[in-house]
């Protein structure tokens, strides 16, 4: 079957902008990730969704990020006032069941902020 | 708070020698450990995981891994490795209850020679 999407895969924007990002899990996977990776990074937590609801955003930098999933299924990340400092890699990965399951990642989403 | 350590951030081998990636972690309390592998230009995809039971983990690719708990550590091995096997490699940890937050380590870039 599908994997995750992700879309774009590319990002271009000018420092100050707003940008949505967006994730398509696997279809009946009720836990989805939000990662985000630098260059010679591991992925740095981001949020969690159980469902509709967000169970641990605690990896949110500020509040200038912000992430929904409103019908428990397709994510959107949304970044405003955009610095270059948020340049990087965002990646997406879902699951079905509890955290002993695997996780499956999209390509990424790769932000440039100008 | 949990941590993870990856010791060497690049690791260069030659074809079909063996090859040791090292990985500690910190926590008070139980987790479960993974090993992620991403190719150039692609996604993370699990090469395998650790939940419980024996110590030692076998994964896809001919890569296995040994749980010590006194060391807290979880090291990959593979007993000869590949020019197909160039990609980096990424230790993480996740609470076992009520894990949400997954924790990556900085990464291990395996390069092979010929």
């Known amino acids: 079957g599908a994997g995750v999407s992700q879309t774009p895969s590319n990002k271009v924007t000018e420092k100050g902008k707003y940008v949505e990002l967006r994730c398509d899990p696997i279809?009946?996977?009720?836990?989805l990730y939000w990662y985000r990776q630098s260059l010679g990074q591991g992925p740095e937590f981001l949020i969690y969704f159980q469902g509709t609801g967000a169970a641990d955003d605690s990896g949110l930098p500020n509040d200038r990020f912000f992430a929904v999933r409103p019908e428990g299924s397709v994510s959107t990340l949304k970044i405003q006032r955009t610095e270059r400092g948020d340049s990087a890699v965002y990646l997406c990965a879902s699951r079905t069941g509890g955290p002993s399951d695997t996780q499956y990642f999209g390509p990424g989403t790769r932000l440039t902020v100008l | 708070a949990q941590s993870v350590t990856q010791l060497d951030s690049q690791v260069p081998v030659f074809e079909e020698a063996p090859v040791e990636l090292r990985c500690n972690y910190s926590s008070s309390v139980s987790v479960y450990l993974f090993w992620y592998v991403q190719y150039p230009n692609q996604g993370l995809q699990l090469l395998l995981k650790?939940?419980?039971?024996?110590?030692l983990v076998k994964g896809i690719n001919g890569f296995e891994a040994e749980f010590n708990k006194s060391q807290t550590s979880f090291h990959l091995r593979k007993p000869s490795v590949h020019i197909s096997d160039t990609a980096e490699y990424f230790c993480a940890v996740i609470l076992s209850t009520g894990g949400f937050k997954t924790i990556f380590g900085a990464g291990t870039r395996l390069f092979v020679k010929a």
């Open positions: 279809s009946g996977h009720t836990a």
């Open positions: 650790y939940l419980s039971g024996s110590t």
